[in-house]
């Protein structure tokens, strides 16, 4: 199957850090990535990481796979206000590389 | 720069009108989807184009059509066949497998 899901709501102090979690279902996920959308806007691709690895730090962004649990966390240290959006994680599948799975995407709220 | 487009940013329709929404990347880019994006729900794959002159239903083709006459372009025309078509609609493209999906900043279409 290709679900992708992730809680809808998070939020957090300025300063303190956030962890935005993702699950999936495809055990055949190649690449998995982590989208920022803010407010009327696109998404922006923010890191992805490659499904033999674990993890993957990026400054401010850590990202955590646990590929036999099938889940995917973003860990963002120091969040600030500009940081308030929703968060996306996708997966990317070995048989059908055309497609894109999105999760519903989480909103994170900062506050000051 | 290089980047993917779409236009316009707002659009107005009044019921029982098409409506065409435009897409354009100058990122060489083989691939170009377009996604249907609700309140508080993921993005939702209406079509997507591998190659010029062939293009796949995504999970909700139903009352849109597509064209892919050249590598660039990938218009989405939303006819009054679709019965809840006020929604933002966001188009990406990606190089090929395993590679990282671009947005636009998206179209808001409401209908009036």
């Known amino acids: 199957g290709e679900d992708v899901e992730q809680s809808l709501f998070l939020s957090v102090r300025e300063g303190d850090s956030s962890v935005i979690n993702c699950t999936y279902t495809d055990s055949s996920s190649t690449y998995l990535y982590w989208y920022k959308q803010e407010p009327g806007a696109g998404l922006q691709l923010l890191t992805y990481i490659f499904s033999n690895m674990d993890m993957k730090q990026d400054q401010r962004l850590t990202v955590l796979l646990n590929k036999k649990d099938k889940h995917l966390s973003l860990r963002i240290a120091d969040t600030q206000t500009g940081d308030s959006a929703i968060y996306f994680c996708?997966?990317?599948?070995?048989?059908?590389?055309?497609?894109?799975?999105f999760g519903s995407g989480t909103k994170l709220n900062v506050k000051p | 720069d290089g980047g993917i487009t779409q236009s316009p940013k707002y659009l107005f329709r009044k019921e029982g009108q098409n409506v065409t929404l435009s897409c354009e990347q100058n990122?060489?880019?083989?691939?170009m989807y377009w996604y249907r994006q609700d309140p508080g729900q993921g993005l939702r794959l209406i079509y997507y184009?591998?190659?010029?002159?062939?293009?796949q239903k995504g999970d909700i083709a139903e009352g849109y059509s597509v064209s892919r006459e050249k590598k660039e372009s990938f218009p989405l025309t939303v006819t009054s066949a679709q019965k809840n078509p006020t929604a933002f609609y966001l188009c990406?493209?990606?190089?090929?497998?395993?590679?990282?999906?671009?947005f636009g900043q998206g179209t808001r279409l409401t209908v009036v």
């Open positions: 996708a997966e990317s599948i070995a048989y059908n590389f055309n497609k894109f799975y």
């Open positions: 184009s591998q190659i010029v002159n062939d293009f």
């Open positions: 990122l060489n880019h083989d691939a």
């Open positions: 990406a493209s990606r190089m090929g497998q395993n590679t990282e999906a671009f």
